[in-house]
Every structure is written in C-alpha cells, then in structure tokens.
C-alpha cells in the first residue's frame, strides 16, 4: 500500500513538472509578444518565470533524488 502510494505521488511529482515546464513556456512567449509586438511589456511574467523556474529545480531535484541520478560527490 505504502508503494501505490509512492507510485503516485511520484507520478504527480512529474505530471507537476510538466505543467511547471510549459507554464515557463508560456509566460515566455507572452513576454516576448507584449515587449516586441505590443511594445508594452507585462509587469508579472518575469516574476512568475522565475517563481516557475525555483520550483521546477526543486521538484526535479528530488525525482533525481529518488532515481539516484542527482549529482554527488564521493
């Protein structure tokens, strides 16, 4: 049951980077759209990037974790 359990969460972690990783695309084009071709750039995407980009290293560093993949030094 513990296992399921992990199985899940472990899915929900990655489905939650996937969305974290096409938000980040998002705000970045509409960054790139208001600031070029609106000429007047949007005040929150920046702050919402880098907020997006904290939280995507955070849960991608313990997927690695769990997979043994995270850098380590010996």
């Known amino acids: 049951m513990i296992r399921r359990f992990w199985l899940g969460f472990d899915f929900g972690l990655k489905g939650a980077i996937g969305l974290i990783v096409v938000g980040l695309a998002v705000t970045g084009v509409l960054q790139v759209y208001f600031r070029y071709i609106e000429e007047s750039s949007l005040t929150w995407t920046e702050e919402a990037s880098r907020f997006q980009l904290i939280w995507l290293v955070m849960l991608a560093a ?13």
Not at 62 to 74: C, D, P, Q, S
């Open 62 to 74: 313990a997927v690695e974790i769990e997979r043994g993949a995270h850098i380590a030094m010996k």
